[in-house]
């Protein structure tokens, strides 16, 4: 049998096997959705091979870190998400006996090797658009489920369903992707294309062509299109009255209606799903807008007619109104009207507990916790939303420097470290922020880690943590972020890395000007 990424395989079934080799396995990841989504598929794929494990996740896999890791017991450890670009640091540790590294993941290597390396990058596949940690999350899942049936079954009888080999983890894997944006031209593509053709194989995913806007499932329809401005519709963007006269226009039930009895079992099955959403019941939320999910198809396309309608009316680019249409991932087992069952929406969950030291209840969401967990993860979110929206104001108002190459901000301590590359790549094409140049955001370092060593907070506060974005239009022209931050901090005696359209590094602070003298520089050699 073949794996979802035939390129991938037989480093997938060396590192499989090495993980079944082992006793006990340390696995680390990432803080965000793509490392949770890696570390839940990653953690399935343990226990179903009967393999103990202990999870740890780590904000940045520093020296510190590598360090720590190497401290414990553990002789396998398996990194999710990252390790590839530490891989200098990490084959130090490997070389003086303290681990065996397996790496699943699909950042810039650094220049070492090590044997039980599964990144697409090393097999001709873009780490940055084809495939995420959790794509190779789930590539190394499906070969554990393959080399533990060797292990378990010698003589076949292997089972067949989608559970038996993980391909019920591709929906995570989904997850993953869409949170680091590999979909950002409107649909995933090349690696993870394959990763959904298993995953509605295995009914766990559905798609559809459908309106890219963000929040489809959650937000009730005038909501969805006032905040919605990747592309900017004059008069709905930004414009709550503009919406409304939108929508009253239209020949269209978009309110639920004021008797709250839903008819056939489709409307029950409906605000059923939106009421586990919004914590309402069916009969209290009479009269409320309705979701675009609650939408029929006809209605859909009613609304979404009039919405293209509109926007070349008012004159936006045809190339801009091509970005309001884009495949939908679907998680098919999750209720209608919740965060989980849209791949977007389900991934902006889990930065919202991964990025704040709650990485325990991204991942429980992930394992299947619809408790107290989901409930966490909600409030979470809230919080998130709110950082995200004041962040970027923030960034808006007070605008941005521009140099000949790029663009920048500092943020100081005024937006968490953890998110302030999210803010400036959703800042990109605001007020006086250019999509034609990177944009590189600086926030200062917080020593708010429960995890951080005492001794380690006072280097901590010298430094500033930097996050890069470009655009995918840049890096055909040349744009390779990963490689202008890996060389920009450490001539000013920091470190970073990440992938051509986006990136980060951590720089001593006080340095920033020499480093956005050397990013600049940089760039302009890459464009030029
Ligand atoms: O560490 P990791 O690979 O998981 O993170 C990738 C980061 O790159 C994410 O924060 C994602 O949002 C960002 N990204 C982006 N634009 C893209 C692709 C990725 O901002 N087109
Ligand atoms: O933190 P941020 O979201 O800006 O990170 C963008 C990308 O750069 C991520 O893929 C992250 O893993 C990578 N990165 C890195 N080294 C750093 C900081 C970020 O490889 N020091
Ligand atoms: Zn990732």
């Not at 990432?30 to 989504?37: F, K």
């Not at 396998?76 to 130090?92: H, N, R």
């Not at 098919?332 to 889990?350: Q, W």
């Not at 955001?441 to 005492?454: G, I, R």
Request: aromatic letters at 4%.
């Amino acid at each position: 049998m073949t794996g979802p990424v035939p390129e991938l395989e037989d480093r997938a079934l060396e590192c499989a096997r090495k993980l079944c080799e082992a006793e006990r396995v340390l696995l680390a990841s990432h803080i965000d959705a793509d490392g949770l989504t890696s570390a839940a598929i990653a953690s399935q794929a343990l226990e179903r091979a009967g393999i103990p494990f202990e999870t740890v996740f780590e904000k940045q896999l520093d020296a510190a870190a590598i360090e720590a890791i190497a401290a414990t017991e553990y002789d396998t450890v398996l990194f999710t998400d990252f390790g590839s670009g530490q891989l200098d640091e990490i084959s130090v540790h490997e070389a003086g006996g303290a681990f065996t590294p397996v790496i699943a993941d699909h950042h810039q290597p650094a220049d070492a090797e090590t044997a039980y390396h599964l990144n697409p990058l090393l097999f001709g596949i873009n780490g940055a658009s084809e495939l995420s940690g959790a794509g190779a999350s789930y590539v190394l899942a499906r070969a554990l489920a393959e080399v533990s049936d060797e292990t378990v079954i010698p003589d076949g009888g292997r089972a067949t369903t989608a559970r038996a080999d993980n391909r019920d983890l591709a929906a995570l894997a989904i997850v993953g992707a869409v949170g680091d944006m590999q979909d950002s031209d409107g649909e995933l593509h090349g690696a993870n294309e394959r990763i959904v053709a298993e995953a509605v194989d295995a009914g766990v995913i559905e798609t559809s062509t459908d309106l890219a806007l963000y929040g489809k499932q959650t937000r009730p329809l005038p909501k969805l299109l006032e905040y919605a401005t990747d592309v900017r519709i004059p008069g709905i963007s930004g414009s709550e009255r503009g919406v409304l006269a939108f929508l009253d226009e239209l020949p269209l039930e978009l309110r639920r209606p004021a008797d709250g009895g839903g008819g056939g079992s489709e409307g029950d099955d409906t605000s059923a799903g939106a009421g586990a959403g919004t914590g309402t019941g069916t009969g209290s939320n009479a009269g409320e807008w309705r979701r675009w999910a609650e939408l029929t198809a006809e209605e859909k396309q009613t609304v979404a007619s009039a919405l293209v309608k509109r926007a070349v009316s008012r004159g936006v680019p045809a190339g801009k109104i091509d970005r309001l249409v884009g495949t939908a991932y679907v998680l098919s087992d999750e209720p209608v009207g919740t965060e989980l069952r849209d791949a977007s929406e389900f991934s902006t969950l889990l930065n919202a507990t991964a990025r704040y030291e709650r990485a325990d209840v991204g991942l429980a969401v992930c394992l299947g916790d619809r408790g107290e967990a989901l409930e966490q993860a909600r409030t979470l979110l809230r919080n998130h939303r709110r950082n995200l929206s004041n962040g970027i104001d923030l960034v808006t108002e007070e605008g941005v420097t521009h140099t000949d190459n790029l663009q920048w901000f500092h943020a100081e301590d005024r937006i968490r470290e953890t998110i302030v590359g999210i803010v400036a790549g959703m800042a990109m094409g605001n007020e006086g922020i250019s999509r034609s140049k990177p944009i590189i955001a600086f926030a200062d370092k917080s020593d708010d880690d429960p995890d951080s060593e005492p001794d380690s907070e006072a280097s901590q506060n010298n430094e500033v943590k930097v996050s890069a974005r470009g655009t995918h239009s840049l890096v055909r022209k040349g744009l390779d972020l990963s490689a202008v931050m890996g060389q920009a901090s450490r001539a000013v005696g920091g470190d970073g890395g990440g992938h051509d359209v986006a990136a980060g590094a951590t720089v001593p602070k006080g340095r920033e000007a020499d480093f956005i003298e050397q990013v600049d520089e940089l760039v302009d050699e890459q464009l030029s």
